[in-house]
């Protein structure tokens, strides 16, 4: 039987973000793509890491001269470097550009984003709608599976993983995390090239009421 790929349910950027977001990733010298839909589109057909997404999602982009026209029911903005740490002090600058103070009676006004803004790889910052995160999934899942979130494990590997690890009842690091990574997590497990996951689900998911040990 075929698999279904329908859309279930899809939060996209607002529209006055979009712009203000890529003037940002490309004041920190990051290649700009955007998603729409099932849409991908890029400036350069064969620009940095365009190949490697290419063969990940199993469909070309559509190569454009600007964006003009394209700002509207955007799913994502990646900005694209392998100056790891632009990328890194990018992720930092958007999350700080669309925070917005709520005043309550508190001491200390709460913040609210209008994005959210995390590494999906080292060389990736994704830009998405506040609630299209690996968090809000867990959640999501959990009303749609009626299943409590306290029952749901995780794994991850990468900065916006953290949100899902915030979520769920069990969260486990792959090895090859970083420390940021590592310590958001309940466990932390080998790499992938160690069966890492493998081990995880044995040691964490199957044997988790046998297995109480914290690796944070």
């Given at each position: 039987m075929a698999a279904c790929l329908s859309v279930i349910e899809q939060r996209v950027l607002q529209a006055d973000v979009i712009e203000p977001a890529m003037e940002t990733l490309r004041a920190y010298r990051l290649d700009t793509w955007i998603y729409r839909g099932t849409d991908w589109f890029v400036h350069e057909r064969h620009g940095a890491h365009v190949d490697r997404e290419e063969w990940t999602v199993k469909f070309p982009p559509t190569v454009v001269?600007?964006?003009?026209?394209?700002?509207s029911n955007v799913a994502k903005v990646v900005g694209v470097s392998d100056d790891l740490e632009a990328v890194?002090?990018?992720?930092?600058?958007?999350r700080k550009q669309f925070a917005t103070k709520v005043h309550t009676r508190q001491t200390n006004p709460q913040r609210e984003t209008l994005v959210t803004a995390a590494r999906s790889?080292?060389?990736?910052?994704?830009?998405?709608?506040?609630e299209a995160?690996?968090?809000?999934?867990?959640?999501?899942?959990?009303?749609?599976?009626?299943?409590?979130v306290a029952e749901i494990a995780t794994i991850g590997d990468m900065?916006?993983?953290?949100?899902?690890?915030?979520?769920?009842?069990?969260?486990?690091?792959?090895?090859q995390a970083v420390e940021e990574v590592r310590s958001a997590a309940t466990y932390v497990t080998s790499s992938s090239e160690e069966e890492g996951f493998a081990k995880a689900v044995e040691e964490f998911v199957l044997n988790h009421g046998l297995n109480t040990r914290s690796t944070r």
């Amino acid at each position: 039987m075929a698999a279904c790929l329908s859309v279930i349910e899809q939060r996209v950027l607002q529209a006055d973000v979009i712009e203000p977001a890529m003037e940002t990733l490309r004041a920190y010298r990051l290649d700009t793509w955007i998603y729409r839909g099932t849409d991908w589109f890029v400036h350069e057909r064969h620009g940095a890491h365009v190949d490697r997404e290419e063969w990940t999602v199993k469909f070309p982009p559509t190569v454009v001269a600007d964006f003009t026209g394209l700002t509207s029911n955007v799913a994502k903005v990646v900005g694209v470097s392998d100056d790891l740490e632009a990328v890194r002090e990018c992720e930092t600058a958007v999350r700080k550009q669309f925070a917005t103070k709520v005043h309550t009676r508190q001491t200390n006004p709460q913040r609210e984003t209008l994005v959210t803004a995390a590494r999906s790889q080292p060389y990736y910052l994704d830009v998405t709608h506040p609630e299209a995160n690996k968090g809000y999934v867990v959640t999501r899942l959990s009303k749609l599976l009626d299943i409590p979130v306290a029952e749901i494990a995780t794994i991850g590997d990468m900065p916006n993983d953290m949100a899902m690890f915030e979520k769920s009842g069990i969260s486990i690091a792959m090895g090859q995390a970083v420390e940021e990574v590592r310590s958001a997590a309940t466990y932390v497990t080998s790499s992938s090239e160690e069966e890492g996951f493998a081990k995880a689900v044995e040691e964490f998911v199957l044997n988790h009421g046998l297995n109480t040990r914290s690796t944070r």
